[in-house]
């Protein structure tokens, strides 16, 4: 294998862009990139958006990283953030996003994603960018996780609101205490009917 790729690539993760300039001293870039994705020397994570093989990254690949790059603008959240804080004692391995594009789904080498449509108004509320070895990446708080989820899940219909989140979802009811007032408050602001119901909920429960 060409190592001076490796060696000119800082990152795990890169683009089709950085891709054609360490490569540009070839005759043929497009089959020489051909060539390395047959051997396997760097794979395709989707169109434009390519990695090395596990024994050449230097970090492990985070998937939270790699849904910001897939599709955006969208940030890591739902089922996949809820895990990810520990409210919910299941492992998922679907990687869900929102964003204010069209709703998507990729099914990639190194992992599935799903992107959820929603609206704009508070879009940005309640986003933190978390930082890790393998790279930084955008996720809903955690009042912010609990709210898209209900948002984007079809049994929830505004009543029974307890029962949703401690038998439906399953969330430990201790984790939710001391939820950021000031996120919640935000989301209220913008939110109407089902939603402004599970928000003034968690303001009165567990802020």
């Known amino acids: 294998m060409n190592i001076g790729i ?89 990687v869900t996003s929102m964003t204010t594009g069209r709703p998507r789904r990729f099914s990639t080498p190194v992992g599935n994603f799903a992107y959820f449509q929603r609206n704009a108004a508070d879009y940005s509320t309640g986003i933190e960018c978390m930082e890790t070895p393998g790279g930084s990446f955008l996720m809903a708080s955690k009042e912010k996780a609990v709210y898209d989820k209900a948002l984007t899940d079809k049994r929830f219909d505004g009543k029974n609101i307890r029962e949703y989140l401690l038998d439906d979802l399953r969330i430990d009811e201790e984790s939710l205490s001391g939820l950021n007032p000031d996120i919640l408050s935000a989301l209220n602001a913008n939110s109407t009917g089902r939603q402004k119901k599970l928000v003034r909920f968690l303001e009165e429960n567990y802020a």
Do not use: H, W
């Not at 953030?81 to 004692?89: H, Q, R």
């Open 6 to 94: 490796r060696q000119l690539i800082e990152s795990d993760v890169f683009d089709y862009a950085q891709l054609i300039d360490v490569l540009s001293g070839y005759g043929n870039v497009r089959a020489k990139i051909g060539r390395l994705l047959a051997s396997g020397e760097i794979i395709r994570i989707k169109k434009g958006i390519y990695t090395f093989p596990e024994y050449l990254r230097r970090f492990p690949l985070n998937p939270c990283v790699l849904a910001n790059m897939i599709y955006g603008p969208s940030y890591v959240s739902s089922d996949y953030a809820l895990s990810y804080y520990g409210l919910i004692p299941e492992r998922v391995e679907l």
